[in-house]
């Protein structure tokens, strides 16, 4: 399936001798089929499906990108989603289909290119073809008269095709050279679709044994250690991770600070990060390497990579118990509006020191609603601007039963709004506050506002395929740039000595094998060369 | 200062396209000319031949001469803009489109240098360049401004240089194929008659694209290269990611119909059309229509 001009070459199978079917009907099914799939058509209809396959990718929401727009979709179609959902067509690249495809076309790719390897091995060997018996029939054609003995035209036409593969041959009275340039043009065709199976192969011991996950950390020195799947809030394994061989660096994030324009674009975000590799780790060390996380600039530690891929607010707030018992709680809200910041939470209390289970699952609290972190003011809370300048939250205060019992994970955005429903859980005071601000509930418990804090949303990956990956697509680049630039040519001239051997009349011809256009002005500089020496003109 | 800069940077990006535009009417003169040659070369003598002859080729030398001051007051002109806004002026839709149809213009400079013979295709060429020139300096204009933080790289002035200038070839391409489709199909036998001759078309599209297709390769590498410092992975089948892949795969098919018995001319000509097409689809809906990470189109 590599391309070249010429059509003998396209398809390399047929050209060879066929052997004599002896269990004719299998092997010959099996012969067809192989010559099928290693054909060239074959390639172009494989690679038209390839890209038609790829298509929905594009066009239909994907659940490995945005599972909140696939649920769009399944709400806004409920009579087309299901199906497209068992045809795959919402982890097109994950479907067996598109495998499929793509597989076939790697072998049909390898079927096609490991005998032309075999066959261009061969041809590097070989000596170029004898000259044709009639020059004048090549498309590049040209003659002449040199003043000069046989030998003396041999050696300038020899001088001249330096750099050419070439061979002389006795022809006659005369002699003929024939020579060869261009052989990296299929090298560089070869080096190219090899290293298109390289960079799968490549791909693949990524999808294999990588992972990638994702996971807040407080800023002020909030820590992670990549110890195991728990420690992340969503974590995507590859088909060979159990997550127990995760490489156990740690990170501390020290301190994160993000800057805006007037107008609430982004202007940076950047997170100082505090680390240690897993070898440190293990050696006790209390020495920690710092790095400044930013966007674009990833921290690189044992093979993984930790990159900022967001931030936000956690507001802190102090509870007091009427037995002067007391608890701060910060834990990360999230943002509703990604140009404000505006976010929603939940943050949850248990009455400390209770142990009777009946009285703690009546009294544990839940602090919902919403953080600005710079208000509007005004009896309804909303944001205006994504940095902390006037922060403010407009918080409902539940108390009851948060239904942390029962086993089921619940969100920590949120409570669970069965056990309001079921009036477990009942609101019990309702309330705007600037940090510093506290309200009072009936039973005499204080909430204080005291502050925000930072988080960032950092991620976690590892992918032991991307370097080799880089490495093949650099081959591939290199392969297709020589395939393209270089033209495989021919050129051949025949010497023959006049009677008297005082002069010799020269012959050439010119064949370019690729790519005809633009070897005619090389083939000119040739003649021109060889046959107006610069002494005569 | 900076803000004159910007404005002065629109103008010039106003006034290249105006030129553009009269450069395409010069165009098309003379290749309306063209028709009445014939009749011309029948009736009259040698000195009304050489005058009906000389007349439309002095408006085609002089499309030529007015695209080539077009094209450098376009690169003035996003010169400024990169000035004035302090960054690589390819940061969003506007700038993108410029610099494509800056790429394309350039290019068929380049053809018509090469192969002055290629001339009759001049308003076909400047006709997309001038429709992406308007819809980007109208519906998908922005002021001057920075960039995000995600875009901040100097991967951009690459990957996006490198896009930019290999959309720019493959448009050219695709509309050197789309005339050889016309010019064979024989169909408009009024226009078809004045185009290039068809190989030469064909030839012209194929040149181009294989110069394009490896350049958009590196391009696409670099994009990756950038992606996994900047979005935690090399490749993610983000919406623009995928169409590019599916644009790779056609022009792969396409350089490969070029070797298939059969295919080698009309149906090779047509994959370079579906190609160009992916390109245009790519820029235009997956900026604007589909959400991705790419989504840096400044409107909407």
């Known amino acids: 399936m590599a391309p070249t001009e010429t059509p003998t070459r396209a398809h390399p199978q047929r050209d060879s001798p066929t052997p004599r ?141 330096r750099g050419w593969r070439s061979v002389e041959r006795p022809d006659g009275a005369g002699r003929t050279i024939s020579a060869e340039k261009g052989y990296l043009r299929e090298a560089g065709n070869l080096l190219f679709h090899l290293s298109l199976v390289g960079l799968l192969i490549g791909v693949a011991a990524g999808k294999l044994f990588g992972y990638e996950g994702q996971v807040i950390v407080m800023s002020g020195g909030g820590q992670f250690c990549n110890t195991g799947i728990l420690g992340y809030d969503t974590f995507r394994a590859g088909l060979r991770v159990d997550g127990t061989d995760l490489t156990p660096f740690c990170i501390r994030l020290d301190d994160f600070r993000a800057e805006y324009r007037p107008n609430g674009q982004a202007e940076s975000f950047r997170g100082q990060l505090a680390y240690q590799s897993a070898e440190e780790v293990a050696s006790g060390s209390d020495e920690w390497r710092t790095h400044r996380l930013e966007v674009n600039h990833p921290l690189r530690v044992d093979g993984n990579r930790v990159y900022l891929l967001g931030h936000g607010y956690a507001p802190r707030f102090t509870v007091t118990w009427p037995n002067g018992e007391q608890r701060t709680g910060a834990i990360q809200w999230r943002p509703v509006d990604q140009a404000t910041l505006l976010s929603e939470g939940a943050t949850k209390f248990e009455p400390p020191g209770i142990t009777d289970s009946e009285q703690r699952r009546t009294s544990q609290l839940a602090i919902t609603g919403l953080f600005a972190p710079t208000s509007s003011g005004g009896d309804v809370v909303t944001s ?22 029962d086993g089921r994970g619940q969100s920590i955005f949120q409570v669970d709004q069965r056990m309001v429903e079921s009036g477990a859980l009942v609101r019990v005071a309702r309330a705007n506050l600037v940090p510093g601000e506290s309200l009072t509930l009936d039973d005499g418990t204080e909430i204080r506002f005291d502050g925000v804090q930072d988080w960032a949303y950092l991620q976690i990956s590892h992918d032991p395929g991307q370097e080799a990956v880089l490495v093949f697509a650099v081959l591939l680049l290199g392969g297709l740039a020589l395939s393209l630039t270089i033209r495989r040519r021919r050129f051949w001239a025949r010497l023959t000595p006049t ?39 | 200062m900076l803000t004159e800069l910007a404005t002065f940077s629109d103008r010039l990006f106003v006034a290249a396209a105006g030129i553009y535009a009269l450069a395409m009417i010069f165009h098309a003169v003379e290749f309306a000319a063209a028709r009445a040659k014939s009749p011309a070369l029948v009736g009259a003598g040698a000195p009304a031949e050489e005058s009906t002859r000389t007349r439309p080729e002095r408006f085609g030398r002089m499309a030529v001469a007015v695209t080539v001051l077009g094209a450098a007051l376009h690169l003035v002109s996003l010169a400024t803009r990169g000035l004035a806004a302090e960054r690589w002026p390819m940061g969003n839709m506007y700038e993108f489109i410029s610099a494509i149809c800056l790429a394309a213009v350039v290019t068929w400079l380049v053809v018509l240098r090469r192969s002055p013979s290629a001339r009759p295709a001049g308003p076909f060429v400047l006709f997309p360049v001038l429709v992406l020139m308007a819809l980007a300096g109208s519906v998908l204009y922005v002021p001057t401004g920075p ?135 790519n820029l235009f809906f997956i900026n604007m229509v589909v959400a991705g990470l790419h989504s840096y189109a400044g409107v909407g």
């Open chain 1, 21 to 161: 079917p002896r269990l004719a009907g299998v092997w010959a099914v099996l012969r067809n089929g192989w010559r099928g799939l290693t054909s060239m058509r074959t390639a172009l209809v494989l690679l038209f499906l390839l890209a038609v396959a790829a298509l929905p990718g594009a066009l239909l929401p994907q659940r490995s990108l945005n599972q909140r727009l696939v649920e769009e979709y399944f709400a806004d179609y409920p009579w087309l989603a299901p199906t497209l959902d068992r045809l795959g067509f919402f982890d097109v690249f994950a479907a067996p289909w598109f495998a499929a495809i793509y597989l076939l076309l790697m072998i049909s790719l390898v079927g096609c290119v490991l005998p032309r390897t075999l066959e261009h091995a061969a041809a590097l060997r070989a000596e170029p073809v004898a000259t044709p018996r009639n020059l004048s029939r090549m498309p590049h054609h040209a003659s002449g008269t040199l003043d000069v003995g046989l030998d003396e035209a041999v050696e300038r036409v020899r001088s001249r095709l």
């Open chain 1, 384 to 405: 205006v601007f994504p940095a902390l300048l006037a922060p403010e939250v407009a918080v409902d205060v539940l108390r009851g039963d948060l239904g942390l019992d």
């Open chain 1, 499 to 537: 009677d008297d051997g005082a002069r010799t009349v020269v012959e050439l011809g010119g064949l370019a094998r690729t790519d005809r256009a633009g070897y005619g002005e090389e083939f000119a500089r040739l003649r021109a060369d060889l046959l107006d020496p610069p002494e005569e003109s």
């Open chain 2, 147 to 281: 960039v995000v933080p995600p875009l901040r790289s100097y991967w951009m002035s690459i990957h996006v240089s490198t896009i930019s200038v290999s959309s720019g070839l493959l448009v050219v391409a695709g509309v050197a194929s789309l005339l050889f489709l016309l010019r064979r199909s024989g169909s408009l036998a009024g226009v078809a008659e004045k185009l290039p001759a068809a190989d030469a078309l064909d030839r012209l599209a194929y040149r181009i694209t294989i110069i394009a297709f490896p350049l958009f390769t590196f391009a696409i590498i670099t994009g990756a290269i950038w992606a996994e410092a900047a979005w935690g992975r090399f490749w993610g089948w983000d919406p623009k990611e995928t169409v590019a892949f599916v644009s790779w795969v056609i022009y792969a098919a396409y350089l490969h119909a070029r070797a298939t018995a059969g295919w080698r001319t009309g149906r090779a000509a047509w994959v370079n059309v579906a190609g160009f097409a992916t390109i245009v689809f």
